[in-house]
């Protein structure tokens, strides 16, 4: 599934499943961890995975204390029920997902 790009949560509050990314388009760790959650979410078929711009909206970042960025949160029925913060390779984000998701 690719990652879609929102601007509300209202998406990931219906969702089954779901991961959202909170990046920014000047931080370089986040540009280094986005190709490898556009690869690893082709995997997780039933997890819908959004990236979410914390400049074009600080307060939902605020909201769910997002201090550092790149910062991943996980969702089960639109109830935070993971995170993971800063960037990881492949096989590390594989295995954060598969705790929470599999």
Do not use: H
């Amino acid at each position: 599934m690719a990652v879609k790009k929102i601007t509300t949560f209202e998406l990931v509050e219906k969702a089954n499943a779901a991961v959202v990314d909170f990046y920014a388009d000047w931080c370089g760790p986040c540009a280094m961890l986005s190709p490898i959650v556009d690869k690893v979410s082709g995997e997780y078929q039933n997890v819908d995975f959004y990236k979410f711009d914390i400049d074009a909206d600080m307060n939902t970042a605020i909201k769910y204390g997002i201090v550092n960025i790149p910062t991943l949160l996980f969702f089960k029925d639109g109830n935070k029920v993971g995170q993971v913060v800063g960037y990881m390779d492949e096989a590390a984000l594989k295995a954060e997902l598969d705790k929470v998701f599999r």
